[in-house]
């Protein structure tokens, strides 16, 4: 059972979020909200029925320009989908950092990333 991490009963009270997101935590992950933990699920149904393999949380990529580390992007999922990797993102909202970095996922390391929208 996913445990809701923004709420302690024991603990001090915790600053609320800037984007009002839950976090959870599932399976040894902590998810940025309940939407990204609910495509985790999806996908891990998806690797068990064989539509998908090589299911990885979390993964980090060093983008680098000219010999010059930029920043580290992690997205929320990468697996591979009939013989092609799919990175991908849960978004509720984009942020002007998320669309640097989307951009230079694709122009440093020409991989495009997938949003999955919060409905």
Known sequence: MPIHLDYDPTGPPRRP???KNIHVEDGGYRFDSKAEHRRWQQLVLLEKAGAISDLLVHPQYTLVVN???ICRYTADFRYTDRGKE???DVKGRLTQI???KKRLMQACL???VREVYDT
Do not use: P
């Open 110 to 112: 020409g991989i495009k």
């Open 98 to 100: 998320y669309g640097i």
């Open 67 to 69: 010999g010059l580390t």
């Open 17 to 19: 979020s800037t984007w």
């Open 86 to 88: 799919v990175v991908e």
